[in-house]
């Protein structure tokens, strides 16, 4: 499975937009981008997923270049319940068992 | 519906001791996967079931550590003769299929003295 590279920490101002990148430069044609979270002290929760097309759901917008080199996450409004840490992940999804690699991640610091 | 479930929530053992960790997956969920969290490592990885398939144990760290899963459902991750470096969260995720969103636990944290 392809590598990620995300910034290691990130603020927001509580109601804004949150915009997490990730770079996934040598993803290959089978590969997913998933998005994870993790709360403090709970267990890592699904936010979205996608291949090609921009994909929306009531989490959050999950926006891949048209090279697929890179995406983006979007927090439409951020809530102080948003920070969390956040996992881009690369993964062939069935054709690979669907095991999940974590990075280090994104630390989200939403800021009243 | 009821999430997956993991007990105990909380183990602590001496070292060289044997302990089991259990995982309830969501029901109907037919892969089940064993990650664990420590400070050094992150996110790691362990053992991956589907169904009647052979699981994936690619990411067991010794042969200290196994895993079954019966009848398609409760799993159960065992340490044999623990080490302090095996202190960690143990988490357990399940999925309806392999690809699609996994649910998490919140984890067993296990402390070996």
């Known amino acids: 499975d392809a590598k990620t590279t995300q910034p290691p920490s990130m603020d927001c101002a509580e109601g804004r937009a949150a915009n997490l990148p990730c770079n996934h430069s040598?993803?290959?044609?089978?590969?997913?981008v998933y998005w994870y979270r993790q709360i403090h002290s709970q267990g890592p929760q699904y936010i979205i997923h996608?291949?090609?097309n921009n994909e929306t759901n009531e989490m959050a917008s999950l926006i891949i270049t048209e090279d697929r080199k890179s995406s983006t996450l979007i927090l439409p409004h951020a809530t102080l319940r948003d920070t969390a840490v956040y996992y881009c992940?690369?993964?062939?999804?069935?054709?690979?068992?669907?095991?999940?690699?974590f990075g280090q991640g994104t630390t989200l610091q939403v800021k009243p | 519906g009821a999430g997956v479930s993991q007990s105990p929530s909380n183990k602590v053992t001496e070292k060289g001791k044997d302990v089991e960790l259990r995982c309830d997956p969501i029901?109907?969920?037919?892969?089940l996967y064993w990650y664990r969290q420590s400070l050094g490592q992150g996110l790691e990885f362990l053992i991956y079931?589907?169904?009647?398939?052979?699981?994936?144990k690619s990411g067991l760290p010794s042969d200290r550590f196994s895993a079954e899963r019966t009848g398609g459902s409760v799993s159960t991750l065992t340490i044999q003769r623990t080490q302090q470096e095996d202190s960690a969260v143990y988490l357990c995720?399940?999925?309806?299929?392999?690809?699609?969103?996994?649910?998490f636990g919140p984890g067993t944290r296990l402390t070996v003295l």
């Open positions: 029901s109907g969920h037919t892969a």
């Open positions: 079931f589907q169904g009647n398939s052979a699981p994936d």
């Open positions: 996608g291949l090609k």
């Open positions: 992940i690369v993964s062939r999804g069935s054709s690979n068992t669907g095991k999940l690699i």
């Open positions: 995720a399940s999925s309806s299929d392999p690809g699609t969103s996994q649910f």
């Open positions: 040598t993803i290959s044609g089978n590969e997913y």
